[in-house]
C-alpha cells in the first residue's frame, strides 16, 4: 500500500463550524505533513509531525489545530475559518526525516479542497 | 531567504524535449527534487539528486545541477500529452528540520 488518502475531498463550511480534515497512511513512515496551497501557488508547509510528536508549527493560527491519533493517522481540526483559508489542503508522509534522500521524498495525498464561506 | 524560483510556463510540442529550470537559494541544500502535480491531484515525487552530484538521469527524465550557480534542471526527453502538468523543483532546508521549500512551479503544456 503506498497510498496517502485523505477525507474529505471536498469540504464546504461556514465561519462558525467545526469540522475535520483525515490523512491515513499504511507505509509505516513516521513523518506526516500539513501543506495548504492556494490556486496557482506551491504549496506551503503548515504542520510536520515526526514520531507522533508535533516537530514544526509554521506560525499557523490557532483556528487549525493538527492531530495524530497514532502513527498511520493525522487529523487537522479546522474552526472559525475565514473566508481566505479556502484552499487544498494536502497530507504527505515521508520514510525518512532531516538529512536523508527520505527526508524529501513525499508521498502526497489527493487533497481535501476546503471553501469557507 | 527560501525563494525557489522557476519560470512560469513552458510550452513544447509532443515528441522535443522539455526543460523546466529552477534557482535555490540554500547552498547548505543536500538534496533538490523534482515533483510533478497533475489537475486537481496532490503532488508526486518524479526524482531526486544529491548535490554532491552533477547529473542524474532516470529514464526518459535528466537532471542537472549546478551547485556554484545554484541552478537545477530537469530534462523531459520524448515529451507526452501525459506529461502536461505544473512541476516543482523542492530544496530540502539545512538544519535539524525536516523541512521542504518548493519552487514557485512551472506549467508545462504539450501540444499534440
Known amino acids: 500500500d503506498t497510498e496517502v488518502t485523505q477525507t474529505p475531498k471536498h469540504l464546504v463550511m461556514g465561519m462558525t463550524n467545526k469540522k475535520s480534515l483525515k490523512c491515513e497512511q499504511h507505509?509505516?513512515?513516521?513523518?506526516m505533513y500539513w501543506y495548504k496551497q492556494k490556486a496557482k501557488k506551491p504549496p506551503e508547509l503548515m504542520f510536520v509531525?515526526?514520531?507522533?510528536?508535533?516537530?514544526i508549527n509554521e506560525s499557523v493560527p490557532s483556528r487549525f489545530s493538527p492531530e495524530c491519533p497514532n502513527s498511520s493517522l493525522l487529523n487537522l481540526h479546522l474552526h472559525a475559518l475565514q473566508p481566505e483559508d479556502s484552499a487544498l489542503y494536502l497530507c504527505?508522509?515521508?520514510?525518512?526525516?532531516?538529512?536523508?534522500?527520505?527526508?524529501?521524498?513525499?508521498?502526497f495525498g489527493e487533497g481535501s479542497r476546503l471553501t469557507v464561506l | 531567504g527560501e525563494d525557489v524560483e522557476q519560470s512560469l510556463f513552458l510550452s513544447v510540442r509532443e515528441g522535443d524535449s522539455s526543460v523546466i529550470n529552477c534557482t535555490y537559494t540554500?547552498?547548505?541544500?543536500?538534496?533538490l527534487y523534482w515533483y510533478k502535480q497533475e489537475p486537481g491531484a496532490g503532488l508526486q515525487l518524479l526524482t531526486y539528486?544529491?548535490?554532491?552530484?552533477d547529473m542524474k538521469q532516470d529514464q526518459r527524465l535528466t537532471v542537472l545541477l549546478n551547485k556554484k550557480d545554484k541552478h537545477l534542471s530537469l530534462r523531459i526527453a520524448d515529451t507526452q500529452t501525459g506529461d502536461s502538468a505544473i512541476y516543482f523543483c523542492?530544496?530540502?532546508?539545512?538544519?535539524?528540520?525536516?523541512?521542504?521549500?518548493f519552487g514557485t512551479g512551472t506549467l508545462l503544456a504539450v501540444q499534440p
Open positions: 504527505a508522509s515521508s520514510p525518512g526525516l532531516a538529512g536523508g534522500p527520505g527526508g524529501g521524498e513525499l508521498f
Open positions: 507505509m509505516g513512515h513516521r513523518a
Open positions: 509531525y515526526s514520531y507522533e510528536k508535533l516537530s
Open positions: 540554500d547552498s547548505s541544500s543536500t538534496y
Open positions: 539528486i544529491f548535490s554532491n552530484m
Open positions: 523542492a530544496e530540502h532546508y539545512g538544519g535539524a528540520t525536516n523541512k521542504l521549500i
